[in-house]
């Protein structure tokens, strides 16, 4: 499919490419969108933007990268640009008395380990090679071009975020969920 998405690119049929590219790759943007942000709304509005960014970009794709790596790399930046906004929108004042009453509420207990919960607890760097290893099903190669980071780091935080989601659902189920 990146073959025929190259080609109309290369014949500089945008909107024929654009629509491979949004039905090929919607899902996987989403997915990867909610796995940096932790929030699926945001993770939607954010998705949005990646292909309106894919759309402006796509005269000036040269075909340097796989469209898999191009679109990878869009989203990635456009959602750390999103969550540098939402940390700044977010910003409160712990001594706000709403604040002061959310913290007093007791929280109820989980009734089952979550992986999804301890995945998205997870530091982002090891999220990220989680999500693209093991749900994209990406090589440990392709993992390293999409993030930027060599193999061996990759396959470093790939054995760190494994221990690291064992000992989250481990601590889940020892704290009453079954």
Known sequence: MDQEIRTRLDQKLYAPAFELL???YRDKVLRLAY???GDRVLAEDTSQDVFVR?????PAYRGLASVSTWVYAITRNTCLTA????????????????ITLLREQPRPEPRRPDPLRALSQLPEKYRQVII??????????????LL???IGTVKTYLHRAK???????MDEKMKGGR
Do not use: C, G, H
């Not at 969550?83 to 709403?98: E, F, G, H």
């Not at 221990?163 to 659902?169: I, M, T």
């Open 35 to 37: 796995s940096i942000l």
């Open 54 to 58: 894919i759309w402006r970009a796509l």
């Open 163 to 169: 221990k690291a989601l064992a000992a989250a659902l």
């Open 83 to 98: 969550l540098k906004r939402a940390r700044t929108i977010n910003a409160i004042d712990i001594n706000d008395p709403s």
């Open 148 to 150: 930027d980071i060599p």
């Open 132 to 145: 693209l290893f093991y749900m994209e099903e990406k090589s440990y190669q392709e993992v390293a071009d």
């Open 22 to 24: 949004v039905t090929n």
